[in-house]
Nanobody
Framework: QVQLVESGGGLVQPGGSLRLSCAAS????????MGWYRQQRELIATITRD???NYADSVKGRFTISRDNAKNTVYLQMNSLKPEDTDVYYC???????????WGQGTQVTVSS
């Protein structure tokens, strides 16, 4: 089964930035679209295997999802962070290939002065 490990969270002041990483085990990463979710499983950003992206309105213009297929890693660059962005962030496959079995531990993002 796919294993996903999120990292890069932390404490940041409002207006600050963080870059989250999601490392996938195995060699099938490049075959799947990937996405970032917040703690309640709200899908906030997606990226296809070819690099096409979509964003939830709540993060559009502030967050950027990207991927490096050679490294089996998907990223979330988070800029202009707001206190309401505070949450646990997860990655998972989106579309075909998604499974609830893939959820990792997530990475905590806290935005506070």
């Amino acid at each position: 089964q796919v294993q996903l490990v999120e990292s890069g969270g932390g404490l940041v002041q409002p207006g600050g930035s963080l870059r989250l990483s999601c490392a996938a085990s195995g060699s099938i990463f490049s075959a799947y679209a990937m996405g970032w979710y917040r703690q309640q499983r709200e899908l906030i950003a997606t990226i296809t295997r070819d690099g096409a992206t979509n964003y939830a309105d709540s993060v559009k213009g502030r967050f950027t999802i990207s991927r490096d297929n050679a490294k089996n890693t998907v990223y979330l660059q988070m800029n202009s962070l707001k206190p309401e962005d505070t949450d646990v962030y997860y990655c998972n496959v989106v579309g075909p290939g998604f499974s609830d079995d893939y959820w990792g531990q997530g990475t905590q993002v806290t935005v506070s002065s």
